[in-house]
């Protein structure tokens, strides 16, 4: 026993110990810590598996009407929803708010979010009925009144929605620039005016107003090219390239394309005229370029930015479909393949 203690004094088992206790904590901390991550890594799958899992209009209501969720997260999750494009789980959490919601005011908001998303999902009718309701009761709500302003302007009802104009000009919004564009429209639409008479009117509001250069000229080109020609911009046509570019052959004025370098290069490229023999625009240059090598096989296509909130879209439009301005549209030129079909003889 004597030698026992002996040796436990001695300097060299000390360190023995001492590894050994490192090692001790070194392993089960190790284990600790893989235990600890499988452990998260469970926590992890099952917070995804529900958050994957949608709940039902049930569960919804269930869960609102019980309060354990803030009106704020619930608002917040109906936003993400819409995100996603799943305006059916949005419009389910914001019909069962406003059946849980006893203050008006923020029935009021719930309603309008409600609204907006019908209109955003594209059901119309249930949209307007959704604002006329609000504006029943609170006819100064001017959320409610650009809201139903846009549903009357996608139903193409603009008589109406001018006359939504009057309570939002009493209400000291500015509403100019949507009282031209709803007059501009509603012109185009009535049957009760002359082809002749509509022009006039058309040509005074761009002179006047020198806005709505797409709509107008859009219209002009169909009607009566000559007079399009006559008093279009020199300054517009690079924004009315597209219209320009898909012109029957009939409609086209060589007397404006003779008098400036963009209609030279346009048609050039599309190879009306061989007037050009290069241009600043890669597009028309790289088609001025096959034209004169005799080459086929591209063509232009076009897709439309919206200047104000630089959004693009594969369409021509006068409101923009994401931020509700009119008047934005920029055409922009793509290269494309040409399709043709060639005639075999048998």
Not at 128 to 156: C, G, M, N, Q, W
Not at 265 to 275: H, I, N, P, T
Not at 291 to 300: C, S
Request: aromatic share 14%; proline share 3%.
């Amino acid at each position: 026993m004597n030698n026992l203690f002996i040796e436990t004094r001695d300097p060299l088992f000390g360190v023995i110990v001492f590894f050994a206790l490192i090692f001790v904590v070194t392993f089960f901390s190790y284990w600790w810590g893989r235990y600890r991550a499988k452990d998260d890594h469970r926590y992890l799958d099952n917070f995804i598996k529900d958050l994957n899992t949608v709940p039902s209009e049930n569960e919804i209501k269930e869960l609102i009407h019980t309060g354990n969720i803030s009106s704020s997260s619930w608002f917040l999750l109906a936003s993400s929803y819409i995100q996603q494009g799943n305006y059916e789980k949005s419009i389910e959490i914001y019909k069962s708010i406003i059946e849980a919601e006893k203050e008006p005011s923020k029935r009021k908001k719930t309603l309008i979010l409600l609204g907006q998303t019908y209109l955003k999902a594209g059901f119309l009718e249930r949209s307007k009925e959704v604002f006329l309701k609000i504006l029943k009761h609170e006819p100064r709500t001017p959320e409610a009144l650009y809201s139903l302003l846009l549903v009357y302007d996608r139903l193409k009802e603009y008589k109406k929605a001018l006359d939504v104009l009057e309570p939002l000009h009493e209400l000291d919004e500015n509403i100019e620039h949507e009282t031209l564009y709803l007059e501009c429209a509603y012109l185009l639409q009535r049957n009760d005016i002359q082809n002749n008479k509509k022009i006039e009117s058309l040509l005074t509001l761009y002179k006047k107003h020198q806005k709505f250069t797409y709509l107008i000229f859009e219209y002009l080109f169909k009607i009566d090219s000559q007079m399009a020609w006559e008093h279009l911009r020199s300054s517009d046509y690079k924004r009315l390239s597209d219209l320009l570019w898909y012109l029957d052959d009939e409609k086209i004025s060589m007397e404006a394309i003779s008098s400036h370098s963009y209609l030279r290069e346009l048609f050039s490229a599309r190879g009306v005229v061989d007037l050009a023999n290069d241009s600043e625009h890669f597009e028309l240059d790289v088609l001025i370029k096959l034209n004169h090598a005799k080459e086929k096989g591209a063509t232009l296509q076009f897709e439309y930015l919206c200047k104000n909130c630089k959004h693009i879209f594969p369409f021509a439009f006068h409101r923009c479909p994401n931020c509700h301005n009119t008047d934005t549209l920029i055409p922009e030129m793509l290269l494309s393949k040409d399709s043709f079909e060639e005639n075999y003889n048998f």
